[in-house]
């Protein structure tokens, strides 16, 4: 959708800490690490003054929304999620150890299932912590004319 760009950019035009949960997450082998160490290294970034977070995980959100004070989401139709995420195939990131090669399909199957599956709950959650600042993105020209007014 764009969020792992718009962190970036969000980053760099604040110098927050900026943390990948992919990166936390993924192994190089395409394994992943315990729930709990994942748990223990999130709660570890909170206890940070300032951090920017990038990433879904849905199990994790409602942990992330109790600690922090602004939340981003991004709300954008399906085939452009899809195109985005057809776009970085074969370029390298930083925030996944290895080089997507191909559209996982599992992957293609989240992403298309996104706006009924996860989107509602994570909406259900922002009516629950609606005391924080909530910033929803329809387009990613709206994440860049955030960014613009943030520098």
């Known amino acids: 959708s764009g969020k792992t760009t718009f962190a970036e950019k969000l980053n760099k035009v604040t110098a927050i800490p900026l943390y990948y949960l992919d990166a936390i997450w993924h192994k190089p082998d395409k394994t992943h690490i315990?729930?709990?160490?994942?748990?223990?290294?999130?709660?570890?970034?909170?206890?940070?003054?300032?951090?920017?977070?990038?990433?879904?995980?849905?199990?994790?959100?409602?942990?992330?929304?109790?600690?922090?004070?602004?939340?981003?989401?991004?709300?954008?139709?399906?085939?452009?999620?899809?195109q985005g995420v057809i776009n970085r195939i074969g370029k390298e990131r930083y925030d996944l150890p290895w080089l997507e090669t191909e559209l996982d399909d599992e992957f293609k199957k989240f992403i298309e299932d996104f706006p009924k599956d996860t989107l509602p709950y994570i909406y259900e959650l922002l009516e629950k912590y609606k005391n924080k600042d909530i910033i929803i993105f329809k387009s990613r020209e709206e994440a860049d004319e955030y960014i613009r007014k943030v520098k």
Not at 37 to 52: L, N, T
Not at 64 to 78: A, G, N, S
């Open 34 to 82: 315990p729930r709990e160490e994942f748990d223990k290294r999130i709660a570890d970034i909170f206890s940070q003054p300032e951090w920017i977070i990038d990433g879904n995980y849905k199990r994790t959100v409602e942990m992330r929304l109790k600690e922090c004070d602004t939340v981003f989401l991004f709300d954008l139709p399906t085939d452009v999620c899809l």
